[in-house]
Structures are given as structure tokens and as C-alpha cells.
């Protein structure tokens, strides 16, 4: 992962690496997305609930509010993202073989998947309660 | 940043893991590059362990009152007041990251870290408070 120290600008990143210029800015996005994000999250579940914590019908009030339940996927889908894409970036670092870098991208792709669809199985089951 | 030689390359040292801790020859930045990876480990762990905490709302309402019973003893307010520096840090270097990547500030990048880590700083320590307090 040679983006996140290099003062290299992305552009010329993007044009030299291809898909590893296009995946740094996918990361930086996701990044700079989920601080908004994140942020309200944070507020919205913890900061402002007393206690710190919604108790179960706050819980299940708030995401039946359909904006909500649409912020809260997005947010699912970028910290996914977001994350699997992080592991990679270490993974580059390892210097590993062509093949097992594959593999591990591949690995990587199941888990963002397995964690996605068990988060929307989650928020969708919840909305029904 | 100045160049240095392949074998003390902090983006791609010859042993990358040990290179997060080998202290020696350290600056700013590849400091921050190692504390930006843990934390991003940290996060990324936290991310599974929140989805499976909150498939507790799926066992009822008795189910998620043990959890915030659990959630709320000072072991774990703690835990939450590491997770929020674990956000900010990574957050606040990510910021930082993205814009000299984008090529904005990269010449001024050390002193992007510290105006971007003292508020940060800031902001841990009124979460820290609203954390116990609240």
C-alpha cells in the first residue's frame, strides 16, 4: 500500500497503478465518507441517548425510520468496504506472492461479503420486529 | 519526506510486520503510518464484534438488556473510550492521509498531523467525560 505516507498526488498514482490508484481513492472516499458517517452514528446512538445506549424499542423505533434504516446501510456498505480494502493494503505490505496475494483478495471478498449480507440480514430483520 | 534507502523504507520494509514496532529511526510519519494500521486492525475487529453483539436485539428485549447491562460496567467504558481514540486517531490520520495523497498540504504534512491530532485530542477528552458521565 504505498498511498497512505506517499505525498505522491493520486492522479498520477491512479494513472501509473491502474487498479491500485483506482482502490486508494475507492479507500480514500470511503474514508473521508465514513468520518461523516461514523460521526453520526456516534451521536445519534450514544451521545445523545441517555445512558449512552438506545434500550430495545429505541433501538427498534429508530431503524424503522426509512432514512435512518438507509443511512445505517450505506454506513454498513462503506465501513465494509472500507475495512476489506484496509486488509488488503496490509496485505500488500507483506510482500507476498502473486498467487497468495490473489487468494487473500479473494478471502477478502468473502468475508466483506459475509459481513455485509449478515449486517443487511440484521437491520432487515430488525426493521420487521 | 526525505528519501531513504530501500532497507529503511517505512512503506515497504523488508520485514513489515516488525517494522509497525522497530522503533529505531523513527519520524513522524512512519509513526504515524503504524499507529494508522493498528488502529485500522483494531476498528476492523471491532466491526465483526459489533454485528455480533448486536444480533442480541434478535434474542428480544431480554437479550439486549444483559448486553447494556454488561455495556455499562466501568471495564467496558473503558473499552469504549479506547474505540473512540481508536475512531479519531484513525479518522483524524486518514483526513490527513487522503488530502497529501490528493497532493493538498503534502509539503506541510507533519504540522496537517498535529493541527488535525490537538483537536482530536480534544475531542477524545470530552468523549472520555460524556463516556463516564452520561
Known amino acids: 500500500m504505498a498511498g497512505l505516507t506517499s505525498t505522491q498526488p493520486v492522479t498520477e498514482r491512479a494513472g501509473r497503478g491502474g487498479l491500485a490508484g483506482a482502490l486508494w481513492l475507492v479507500q480514500a472516499i470511503s474514508g473521508l465518507l465514513l468520518v461523516a458517517l461514523l460521526l453520526l452514528h456516534m451521536i445519534a446512538h450514544h451521545f445523545v441517548v441517555e445512558g449512552g445506549l438506545r434500550d430495545y424499542q429505541q433501538v427498534l423505533d429508530y431503524v424503522a425510520n426509512p432514512v435512518i434504516f438507509f443511512l445505517e446501510v450505506v454506513f454498513l456498505v462503506v465501513v465494509t468496504a472500507h475495512a476489506m480494502l484496509g486488509l488488503r493494503a496490509i496485505a500488500l505490505d507483506m510482500n507476498l506472492k502473486a498467487a497468495t496475494q490473489r487468494a487473500v483478495d479473494w478471502l477478502l471478498v468473502v468475508v466483506g461479503a459475509v459481513a455485509l449480507g449478515y449486517g443487511l440480514y440484521l437491520a432487515v430483520a430488525l426493521q420487521r420486529l | ?134
Do not use: C
Open chain 2, 1 to 134: 519526506m526525505t528519501d531513504t534507502p530501500l532497507h529503511h523504507d517505512p512503506v515497504r520494509p523488508r520485514r513489515p510486520l516488525q517494522a509497525w514496532f522497530d522503533v529505531r529511526r523513527r519520524r513522524l510519519g512512519s509513526w504515524a503510518f503504524a499507529l494508522n494500521r493498528l488502529t485500522g486492525l483494531g476498528l476492523t475487529l471491532y466491526l465483526f464484534l459489533h454485528l455480533f453483539v448486536l444480533s442480541n436485539l434478535l434474542r428480544g428485549e431480554a437479550g439486549w438488556n444483559d448486553f447494556l447491562r454488561l455495556a455499562r460496567t466501568p471495564l467496558f467504558l473503558a473499552l469504549d473510550v479506547i474505540l473512540i481514540f481508536g475512531i479519531l486517531y484513525h479518522g483524524l490520520n486518514g483526513i490527513r492521509v487522503a488530502l497529501v495523497g490528493m497532493g493538498v498540504g503534502a509539503r506541510q504534512h507533519r504540522r496537517l498531523f498535529w493541527a488535525l491530532m490537538v483537536p482530536g485530542l480534544a475531542l477524545l477528552a470530552i468523549s472520555a467525560w460524556l463516556v463516564f458521565t452520561k
